[in-house]
C-alpha cells in the first residue's frame, strides 16, 4: 500500500507580530483548520500549521529573534500568498467579516 502525497509543493512560512491573533484571524477569515501549535515558554508560538482542505498548508510562527521579522516592521512588499477560492464574492465577504 503505498501513501497519499500531498498535491502542495511550496509551502508558505509566514511570521506574525502576534501569531495566536493571525491564527483566529485566518481560520474565521479563510477557513483554514488549525492542526498544529507549538508554543513557546514564554507564550510566543514557535510554530504552527493551518491546513484548507486536504493537501494544502502554510506554516507560521511569531516573531523572534533569530527567527523572523513581521512584515509590519518591513519597509514595502516583499511577499504575496495566492489562494484560490470557489466563489471570490463569497469568500470576499467572509475576509472582510472577520
Known amino acids: ?4 502525497r500531498p498535491t502542495q509543493k511550496i509551502i508558505p512560512y509566514l511570521t506574525y507580530g502576534d501569531a495566536a491573533k ?3 484571524f ?23 500549521e493551518l491546513e484548507l482542505g486536504a493537501d494544502n498548508i ?15 516592521r518591513l519597509s514595502g512588499v516583499h511577499a504575496f500568498t495566492y489562494c484560490f477560492v470557489d466563489v471570490a464574492d463569497a469568500h470576499f465577504r467572509t475576509a472582510k467579516a472577520a
Open 1 to 4: 500500500m503505498t501513501e497519499a
Open 58 to 72: 502554510i506554516m507560521l510562527a511569531s516573531e523572534f529573534e533569530g527567527f523572523g521579522q513581521s512584515p509590519l
Open 22 to 24: 493571525a491564527i483566529t
Open 26 to 48: 485566518l481560520t474565521r477569515a479563510f477557513g483554514y483548520k488549525e492542526r498544529f501549535r507549538y508554543p513557546m515558554d514564554n507564550g510566543l508560538i514557535g510554530h504552527a
